[in-house]
């Protein structure tokens, strides 16, 4: 696979080496489930060479290569620190950091009991469309769809989503799990259009930052003194709230890809313009 790091200057030479600008993937860098936009890439680029970037979501590796690498190119050379699963799965220039999982976490008896109880509660729903895949397994977290990881994109995607914002079904869904699970300790935090995450209490986004703050005690590594981090779900209980809040932070809410590439253009100086006829 084809990588983007040659021309990158090492984290220690950058122009403003004390800074490290994250970003939440779906509805910050790209649209909701859609390829990011080449301009928006080039906008990065630009920015990768004044400070240190990286992206985290809970999505897995896979999906993040799907939406962020573009022509073959390895997600892992295209940002400097890649926070997959909220970090559990973690890149540093393109090479592995310590993982963690769920399971070995929360054991496979109470893993089975958690999950029996969801797929009876979908089962028992009456919303308008159901597709599949309704539960996630992921190394860090699951991830529960009350329509199903797959519903198409452009459709019904879109017209859960709507539905959804009606009628509460992931709200509800998961107000009724922590009833029936009060002393699980878990953290369950809705995100994208149509699941919600699940994982235990800390295993958020701000996860990612003990991999930041260790960068410190690296022999070649960077103090981080100023931690930027653009998300759209920063409302509570959306997936990007913690970290968005989180006083080691400086958080942007933004409300698409569009919004964010604006909020670079006017913190850096960045020359770059976002151009995406899909981000009216």
């Not at 983007?4 to 080496?17: A, D, F, Q």
């Not at 089962?123 to 329509?147: C, H, Y």
Request: aromatic share 10%; proline share 4%.
């Amino acid at each position: 696979m084809a990588t983007g790091t040659s021309v990158i200057p090492p984290l220690n030479e950058r122009p403003i080496k004390n800074t490290i600008v994250l970003f939440d993937v779906d509805g910050t860098l790209t649209l909701a489930r859609q390829l990011v936009h080449p301009t928006m890439l080039q906008l990065l680029s630009e920015l990768r060479h004044k400070v240190a970037i990286g992206f985290v979501g809970g999505s897995n590796l896979v999906k993040q290569q799907e939406q962020l690498g573009a022509n073959g190119v390895d997600v892992t050379s295209l940002f400097d620190f890649c926070f997959a699963e909220n970090g559990l799965t973690a890149y540093r220039m393109g090479q592995p950091l310590a993982s963690q999982t769920f399971i070995q976490w929360i054991g496979e008896d109470k893993y089975k009991k958690l999950v029996n109880w969801m797929l009876h509660y979908i089962a028992d729903l009456d919303i308008p469309k159901k597709r599949g895949t309704f539960v996630e397994f992921r190394a860090g977290m699951i991830n529960v769809s009350p329509i199903g990881r797959n519903a198409t994109t452009k459709v019904e995607r879109d017209e859960y989503e709507k539905y959804d914002l009606e009628h509460k079904v992931r709200a509800t869904m998961i107000e009724a799990l922590q009833k029936e699970f009060p002393d699980i300790g878990l953290t369950y935090s809705i995100g994208g259009q149509i699941s919600f995450d699940v994982f235990p209490h800390g295993w958020d986004k701000t996860y990612c930052l003990k991999h930041v703050e260790e960068e410190a005690n690296r022999p070649d590594g960077v103090k981080f003194t100023t931690i930027h981090f653009f998300g759209d779900k920063t409302f509570k209980g959306g997936n990007d709230y913690e970290m968005y809040e989180d006083s080691r932070v400086t958080g942007h809410s933004v409300k698409s890809p569009k919004d964010t590439a604006a909020g670079l253009r006017e913190i850096f100086g960045l020359a770059t313009e976002y151009k995406d006829e899909r981000d009216p």
